[in-house]
C-alpha cells in the first residue's frame, strides 16, 4: 500500500513539475544557460508544447498503472485522419501561429481498456446502451445545456470502444459557403457511426462557428483571419455568472491560466455593477476580457450575475503587447467581449495592454463610473467622450 501511495505521489509531482515549468526555462536547462529575465518580460516565453502535456499524461498513466495495475488509459493512441479542408486549416493555423494543433489528434490515448473493464463488470448491452445515452444526449441539447449534452454524447462514444476517428466535413446547405464539421467513428465490433458537431467553417468568412451564428465549441468560435478565439452573447457560462472563486481556481492552474484581473464596482439604478477585465495567457493563447455583472443593491459576497439583456452595452476591446496588436473586437452590444490570440509564444500579462471602450446608458452611469475609476488611478487610465469610456490597463 505505501509503495502504490509514494507511487500516486510521485506521479502527481512529475505533473505538477512540468506544468509550473515554463518550457523556455526547461530548454535552457538542457542547454546550461541561465534564464534571460529581461528577455522572458520582454519578449515572453514559449508556450506550454501541446506534445509535452500528452507526453507527462503517459508518463504519470505509466506510474499509476505500476502503483495501482489500472491504467487511466492505454498507452496506444487513437488512429486520428481528417480531410483535406481540415488538414488545410491546421497546416495554415501552424503557419501563421506556430502552433501544432495536429498533436493533439495524432497523440489522443485510447482509453478502451478501462471502456472495456466498465462495460463487462456491468454486462451491458452496448449498443442499446449507446442508444439510450444518445437520446438523453439529445434532450439536454433541445432543453439548451449544452454541455452535459457534450458530455453524455462523448461518454456514448467512449463506451462504444473506439478502434478509429475520421474528421471530416460536409456541405451545410442551410448556410452556402459552410462546411459542416464531423467525425466518423469505427468501433471495434465493426460499426461506425456518423456524429456531426454543428461547428460550421465559414470557408468565405474563414471563422468557425455554430449553427445561426451561435458560438462554435461550448461558447466559443474562432476566427482564423486574426487566429483568435472569441464567444457569443447566449453562452452557457453566462448562467455561471461570476464568483472570485472562479479566479482563484484559474491562479492554482498556472498551467493553463497565467492571467491578472481589475474589477471597477459602482451602484446604479438600484444594483451592485461590476466591470472586471482580465489580461494574460489562457492555454495556448494571450488575450483579454471585458464581462458586465450585476446583483441587487442589497446582496453581500462576492457573487454576481452576468448582464441581463436589458444591462448590456456597447463595448470592445483590443490587446497588445507592445506595439503588436494582438487582436480587436469591434464595439458590439455585448455582456462578455473577449478575444485570445493563438500563439507559440506566451506573454506575461503585466506586459500586454488591453484597450477596451464601453457606452453608458446615460449621463448618471457616466458619473457614477468615473467616480469607480478615479479610485484606479494609476492603474486604469481612462478618457471620456461622449458617453463612451476608453479604458487603458
Known sequence: MKKRIIAILLSLVTL??????PVGAATAQENSKKVDIVDVWQNGYAMPDIGDILEALFEVNKIMYEATGLPIFSNEVIVVTVDSTLQGVV???????????????????????????????LQLDIPATQEMLTDLSRDYFAQGNIVMGAVIRIVELWMGIVDSVELTTKPYPEEPGCEEIGFIVTYRDGRTESVYSGILYN?????FVGKNGEPALLGYSLDLNQNYVYTGINVWQRSMGFNIFYDIFCYLTPFFFHYTTQRIKFVYEGQD?????????????????LGIYTRDESKNGS??????DEDML??????????ELLFEREPMLHWWVTGFAISDTAYLPWTLTVVATIEMKDEEMLSVVKEALDKKKGIIDYEVEGLEVTLTW
Open 303 to 308: 457573487f454576481y450575475d452576468c448582464a441581463s
Open 314 to 323: 456597447v463595448m470592445s476591446i483590443a490587446v497588445y503587447h507592445g506595439d
Open 91 to 121: 497546416d495554415a493555423m501552424l503557419e501563421e501561429t506556430g502552433v501544432d494543433f495536429s498533436k493533439i489528434y495524432k497523440n489522443l490515448p485510447q482509453s478502451n481498456q478501462l471502456a472495456e473493464i466498465v462495460t463487462s463488470t
Open 203 to 207: 470557408t468565405v468568412s474563414n471563422e
Open 273 to 289: 455593477w461590476m466591470f472586471q477585465i482580465w489580461k494574460g495567457r489562457y492555454a495556448i493563447a494571450n488575450g483579454g476580457e
Open 16 to 21: 505538477f513539475s512540468i506544468a509550473v515549468t
